[in-house]
């Protein structure tokens, strides 16, 4: 049975965001069409698969298939007559000047109004530049056919905060769901699509921890998007930050933020010192919103500091081989982990790719393990194994850049009796100490007072 009072739904774009939101909607009871342009992906789809990976999304798209509610299609007249809300959910890439690039939303807005012959609620969940809401009317408005009325669709901002790893459970499970727009009927129509969510009254619905519903103007809820990541990012930088100290004073970051984690006002979420934050959303979103800082003449200090300390981040990893490793040239350095974070095989500005090149242009011999991502464009001749005992042979230094469960429990004993050296290098904190030196291998962490870290002003 389709939920009152939303006659169908269809989603504009199958990437990581939009395969997640159609295969959830199909799974709160709503009839959703999924429109991919791209016939290889599309294929995959209508097979009940992604094209990558996150886990618990191919069960969602397999059981939404079957059960009717869900079929994609390459084709936007039947979407948008099959349904009177949308969510456009394009690729939004980083553009120039640090401004997203909105070519794929552009696109997708002209095909939605050249196919709109009735009312519709536009909902962007692309990332989009603060203030692309009276942009993205017009753009769509200036397509509409002859016959059509300019007032037959409204847009409304709905920002999406999912994490890649868990974006099943983050979109049927949030902690809030933000919309912004003028028109208040549009607004109550993306309500009434979220309310299985907001009443949790969907099968396996946990109604005791309903979310929040934020309901606000479209450039506050495009502002908020930006806010969020950009505070996640900061909060990261900070305790990187803090953990460069730590290693000048001999303190170890890893007490200094479970101590402060214990307050309230702080929390321990995101104090996980390490190699720094990668991915598609962190980097591109502080640039953006210092970007749009930047054009109304304000300068983005913290923002700018954020984006600097994470760079050094991944510079001060290699430094620490450096200092180890002499020379580095010729020395066997296996990397365990490409991913830019465990659970899923999207390597997107992720830490190992500059690590690997800045070690590779020094000479080391490197090579990977991940148990998803088995190669990278960015470095073709990058030698993988097929699992992590086999890398470490007669390593020089084994680094830790993506804190997969199966990397977190690996035994030290058989990886020393394997390795040619002895360092251990933990880019995320997420090895017991103990273990490895009880193993008889040097444990060299991020933050725990050991090797200094170089000057601030020195580039790579």
């Known amino acids: 049975m389709a939920v009152q009072g939303v006659n169908g739904i269809s989603v504009i774009g199958s990437g990581y965001v939009g395969t997640v939101v159609a295969a959830c909607m199909a799974a709160v009871g709503h009839d959703v069409v999924g429109v991919e342009i791209n016939q290889e992906k599309l294929a995959k789809l ?43 959910c394009v690729d939004t890439p980083p553009g120039e000047n640090g401004h997203p690039d909105v070519t794929s939303v552009t696109a997708a807005a002209k095909s939605i109004g050249k196919a709109m012959h009735s009312p519709h609620v536009i909902v962007t969940k692309s990332t ?20 059509v009325d300019l007032d037959v669709f409204s847009v409304v901002s709905n920002p999406e905060f999912l994490r890649e ?7 049927l499970y949030p902690e809030r769901i933000v919309l912004g727009g003028d028109d208040l009927d549009a607004v109550n129509k993306v309500a009434a699509s979220y309310r299985p969510i907001l009443d949790q009254s969907f099968p396996g619905g946990t109604i005791d921890a309903k979310p929040t519903l934020v309901t606000t103007d479209r450039s506050t809820a495009e502002t908020i998007k930006y ?20 290693e000048w004073v001999d303190a170890d ?3 200094v933020a479970h101590a402060i984690g214990l307050d309230s006002r702080i929390s321990a979420k ?23 800082a930047r054009a109304h003449g304000q300068e983005p200090l913290i923002l700018e500091a954020a984006q600097r300390v994470n760079q050094h981040q991944r510079h001060r990893l290699v430094r620490k081989l450096q200092q180890h490793l002499r020379p580095l040239r010729g020395s066997r350095i296996a990397l365990l982990g490409l991913a830019f974070k465990p ?34 464009p960015e470095l073709p001749n990058l030698q993988t194994a097929t699992d992590p005992y086999t890398l470490v042979e007669q390593a020089d230094a084994v680094v830790l850049l993506t804190e997969w469960d199966e990397l977190r429990d690996l035994d030290f004993i058989d990886v020393a009796g394997r390795m040619r050296g002895n360092l251990v290098v933990d880019g995320r904190n997420a090895f017991d100490a103990s273990r490895v030196r009880e193993a008889g291998l040097l444990y060299e962490g991020m933050g725990r007072g050991s090797v200094p870290a170089p000057p601030r002003d020195e580039v790579w």
Do not use: H
Not at 128 to 144: A, D, F, K, Q
Not at 165 to 171: E, K, L, Q
Not at 227 to 246: H, P, Q, R, Y
Not at 278 to 290: H, P, Q, R
């Open 227 to 246: 806010a969020a990541n950009a505070f996640l990012a900061t909060k990261i930088s900070f305790i990187n930050e803090i953990a460069e100290i730590c």
């Open 253 to 255: 970051v890893n007490e």
């Open 270 to 292: 995101f104090l996980n010192a390490g190699v720094g934050w990668g991915g598609s959303c962190f980097g591109k979103d502080v640039e953006a919103l210092a970007a749009t």
């Open 165 to 171: 790893g868990s974006a099943v459970n983050d979109f």
């Open 343 to 376: 659970n899923t095989d999207d390597t997107r500005d992720a830490p190992a790719i500059t690590i690997a090149q800045a070690l590779t242009e020094r000479g080391a011999i490197v090579r990977a393990y991940d148990p998803l991502v088995k190669q990278i």
């Open 128 to 147: 989009v530049p603060v203030g692309s809401g009276n942009w993205l009317t017009s753009t769509i408005e200036s397509v509409l056919p002859d016959d």
């Open 46 to 88: 209508q097979s009940g698969s992604s094209y990558f990976y996150e886990p618990g999304l191919d069960a969602r798209l397999r059981a939404g298939i079957e059960s009717g509610r869900l079929s994609f299609t390459d084709d936007f007249e039947e979407a948008m007559a099959k349904s009177e809300v949308v969510f456009l």
